[in-house]
């Protein structure tokens, strides 16, 4: 059974940082995408960033140049470091680890961006 445990969130004041982390267990052999979702109350949940493959990064514009994802494929672990938070970047955070039409979501962790 595969499973997904994010740490990381947490309240930071703006222009902080945070670095989330999602470990992943269970996992069958092969390459998987990496990525982050996030949603706050009233919105749709939208992609913040992923990794299809190794070495690869897409990012959403609003989070461009201050968010990295990174991935370390021996742990089947993602980070996302977060950099320059702004408040409207407060939302509760998902990792989700996909191939093909199989995906897997974690729990969810808030991050709170607040003066």
């Known amino acids: 059974q595969v499973q997904l445990v994010e740490s990381g969130g947490g309240s930071v004041q703006p222009g902080g940082s945070l670095r989330l982390s999602c470990a992943a267990s269970?996992?069958?052999?092969?390459?998987?995408?990496m990525g982050w979702y996030r949603q706050s109350p009233g919105k749709q949940r939208e992609l913040v960033a992923a990794?299809?493959?190794?070495?690869?990064?897409i990012y959403a514009n609003s989070v461009k140049g201050r968010f990295t994802i990174s991935r370390d494929n021996a742990k089947n672990t993602v980070y996302l470091q977060m950099n320059s938070l702004r408040p409207n970047d407060t939302a509760v955070y998902y990792c989700k680890v996909w191939r093909g039409a199989t995906e897997y979501w974690g729990q969810g962790t808030q991050v709170t961006v607040s003066s």
């Open positions: 990794t299809p493959t190794p070495g690869t990064a």
């Open positions: 269970g996992m069958i052999g092969g390459i998987y995408a």
